[in-house]
């Protein structure tokens, strides 16, 4: 037996619309709007307790210490804590936006995971992401590694290697450029690594107005890292005009579980070829077919797919086998989306049922169902050597929405960021979170001892 478990991101108390996120669409339409940290994180958590409630395992992943002032520290502000926000408020305020980000929410960038039945040691791997392309996000990769040995401590069972290093040419953004699909979760699958660019290739056609944020020389490291045989992967190129287009992960354009791939026909820059390439292997390897839905641009534009976040969806088995498609409000909300997937459900697709989320908190920052959870497949022997803390149960999700109440804002503008109250406020509400998920102190201002606020 092996079970896929969602390990969604709880959204942190500081959730705010930094406009931090050049390429992403939503992030720069949203940039200074009001945020709600309340709202955002009981949203996140209605998705957790819904999915839970019809079967689907589910998971927690905390958010991480904001402000990260250390950031702030290794680019000359002196002081204690409220010295160095009040100088980074005065004198480079654009930066407070990235101190305080929510971003560690979306956790499909947090790592990327290959399960123990794809690898040739046996073992769960884990690389986080090192998501080097933008300054709020890079910071995530530090403590994504500390939650994530945490919650997965057993290094005869968990393989945790370190996050490739910061560099452009080795950018990574987790599993929103990584997809496995195998018959069953305990059998052995298929590997589909996605990237934008490639210095191998200089001449290949590339972004020309947003960046790519994954590399093929990334992939190829996390696929060498996780010891998943050569035959079992597939490599592929982003099409470079989608990303140009607002999607800046591959997640934006394509979304697979189990047997079944749903895509966008601009999804990749060879076109049909890497579908090809990964139904051939995956055939060969599972003796079973793939099961493909691919959507036209009489289908959806890729513009609709980016309005829409349609492919984002998570697709997640229910008893019976029924594939259930968890679509963000945005899709219902668009006609000719809804459309699209009301005739899928209804046709003989793979797709059987869908529900609907409000997600638009997250969704304003560029965040849909799937970038919210990062996919993690155990066998019963490796889910019982994790930390229970973070397992989500109602009696979890009900402290959780206590703690939510008793702690979070209901509106972050840009200027309160400035607020050192938030500092305090933000620290005590982590504190107690480590707390009620049994983690023990992950964050550096536990370790540290350091809150001089
Ligand atoms: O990295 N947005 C995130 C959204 C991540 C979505 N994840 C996946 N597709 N898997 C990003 O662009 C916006 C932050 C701001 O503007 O304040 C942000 O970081």
């Given at each position: 037996?092996?079970?896929?478990?969602?390990?969604?991101?709880?959204?942190?108390?500081?959730?705010?619309?930094?406009?931090?996120?050049?390429?992403?669409?939503?992030?720069?339409?949203?940039?200074g709007?009001?945020?709600?940290?309340?709202?955002?994180?009981?949203?996140?958590?209605?998705?957790?307790?819904?999915?839970h409630?019809?079967?689907?395992?589910?998971?927690?992943?905390?958010?991480?210490?904001?402000?990260?002032?250390?950031?702030?520290?290794?680019?000359?502000?002196?002081?204690?804590?409220?010295?160095?926000?009040?100088?980074?408020?005065?004198?480079?305020?654009?930066?407070?936006?990235?101190?305080?980000?929510?971003?560690?929410?979306?956790?499909?960038?947090?790592?990327?995971?290959?399960?123990?039945?794809?690898?040739?040691?046996?073992?769960?791997?884990?690389?986080?992401?090192?998501?080097?392309?933008?300054?709020?996000?890079?910071?995530?990769?530090?403590?994504?590694?500390?939650?994530?040995?945490?919650?997965?401590?057993?290094?005869?069972?968990?393989?945790?290697?370190?996050?490739?290093?910061?560099?452009?040419?080795?950018?990574?953004?987790?599993?929103?450029?990584?997809?496995?699909?195998?018959?069953?979760?305990?059998?052995?699958?298929?590997?589909?690594?996605?990237?934008?660019?490639?210095?191998?290739?200089p001449?290949?056609?590339?972004?020309?107005?947003?960046?790519?944020?994954?590399?093929?020389?990334?992939?190829?490291?996390?696929?060498?890292?996780?010891?998943?045989?050569?035959?079992?992967?597939?490599?592929?190129?982003?099409?470079?005009?989608?990303?140009?287009?607002?999607v800046?992960?591959?997640?934006?354009?394509?979304?697979?579980?189990?047997?079944?791939?749903?895509?966008?026909?601009?999804?990749?820059?060879?076109?049909?070829?890497?579908?090809?390439?990964?139904?051939?292997?995956?055939?060969?390897?599972?003796?079973?077919?793939?099961?493909?839905?691919?959507?036209?641009?009489?289908?959806?534009?890729?513009?609709?797919?980016?309005?829409?976040?349609?492919?984002?969806?998570?697709?997640?088995?229910?008893?019976?086998?029924?594939?259930?498609?968890?679509?963000?409000?945005?899709?219902?909300?668009?006609?000719?989306?809804?459309?699209?997937?009301?005739?899928?459900?209804?046709?003989?697709?793979p797709?059987?049922?869908?529900r609907?989320?409000?997600?638009?908190?997250?969704?304003?920052?560029?965040?849909?169902?799937?970038?919210?959870?990062?996919?993690?497949?155990?066998t019963?022997?490796?889910?019982a050597a994790?930390?229970?803390?973070?397992?989500?149960?109602?009696?979890?999700?009900?402290?959780?929405?206590?703690?939510?109440?008793?702690?979070?804002?209901?509106?972050?503008?840009?200027?309160?960021?400035?607020?050192?109250?938030?500092?305090?406020?933000?620290?005590?509400?982590?504190?107690?979170?480590?707390?009620?998920?049994?983690?023990?102190?992950?964050?550096?201002?536990?370790?540290?001892?350091?809150?001089?606020?």
């Amino acid at each position: 037996m092996a079970r896929e478990l969602n390990f969604d991101g709880l959204v942190g108390p500081t959730h705010n619309y930094g406009g931090l996120s050049f390429g992403n669409v939503a992030s720069a339409e949203h940039a200074g709007a009001l945020s709600n940290p309340r709202q955002a994180a009981l949203q996140g958590l209605e998705k957790m307790r819904a999915l839970h409630a019809i079967g689907v395992p589910q998971a927690i992943l905390p958010p991480h210490p904001r402000p990260e002032l250390a950031l702030a520290r290794r680019l000359g502000f002196e002081g204690d804590d409220r010295e160095v926000l009040g100088r980074v408020a005065r004198e480079l305020p654009q930066l407070l936006a990235a101190l305080y980000s929510a971003s560690a929410m979306w956790t499909a960038n947090a790592a990327t995971v290959s399960p123990s039945a794809d690898s040739a040691d046996g073992r769960v791997h884990f690389t986080p992401a090192n998501l080097q392309n933008k300054i709020h996000r890079h910071l995530e990769a530090e403590t994504t590694a500390r939650v994530l040995r945490a919650v997965f401590p057993d290094p005869a069972r968990f393989a945790h290697h370190l996050p490739l290093p910061g560099t452009a040419a080795l950018g990574d953004e987790g599993a929103a450029n990584h997809t496995r699909l195998a018959p069953e979760h305990r059998l052995p699958g298929v590997q589909l690594f996605v990237y934008g660019e490639s210095a191998a290739h200089p001449w290949a056609p590339r972004p020309r107005l947003f960046p790519a944020r994954q590399t093929l020389e990334a992939s190829a490291a996390l696929a060498r890292l996780h010891r998943v045989p050569a035959e079992r992967c597939v490599l592929a190129q982003q099409h470079p005009e989608t990303i140009d287009q607002g999607v800046f992960h591959n997640d934006v354009i394509s979304v697979g579980h189990r047997d079944v791939f749903f895509y966008h026909e601009r999804a990749f820059a060879e076109g049909e070829a890497p579908v090809l390439e990964l139904a051939e292997k995956y055939e060969r390897l599972t003796g079973a077919r793939l099961r493909l839905v691919r959507a036209t641009d009489s289908d959806l534009t890729v513009s609709d797919a980016v309005a829409t976040y349609l492919f984002n969806s998570q697709l997640v088995t229910l008893p019976g086998e029924r594939t259930l498609l968890v679509a963000p409000r945005e899709c219902e909300e668009h006609p000719q989306v809804r459309g699209y997937v009301e005739a899928l459900v209804a046709g003989d697709s793979p797709l059987d049922e869908v529900r609907y989320f409000d997600l638009r908190q997250s969704m304003h920052g560029g965040g849909g169902p799937a970038c919210l959870r990062l996919r993690v497949v155990l066998t019963e022997a490796e889910e019982a050597a994790m930390a229970p803390g973070v397992r989500f149960d109602t009696a979890l999700g009900e402290r959780l929405v206590a703690w939510i109440e008793r702690h979070y804002r209901d509106r972050i503008l840009p200027a309160d960021l400035a607020d050192p109250a938030l500092l305090v406020e933000t620290r005590t509400a982590l504190d107690e979170l480590t707390r009620l998920l049994g983690l023990g102190s992950v964050y550096d201002f536990q370790l540290a001892g350091s809150g001089s606020a």
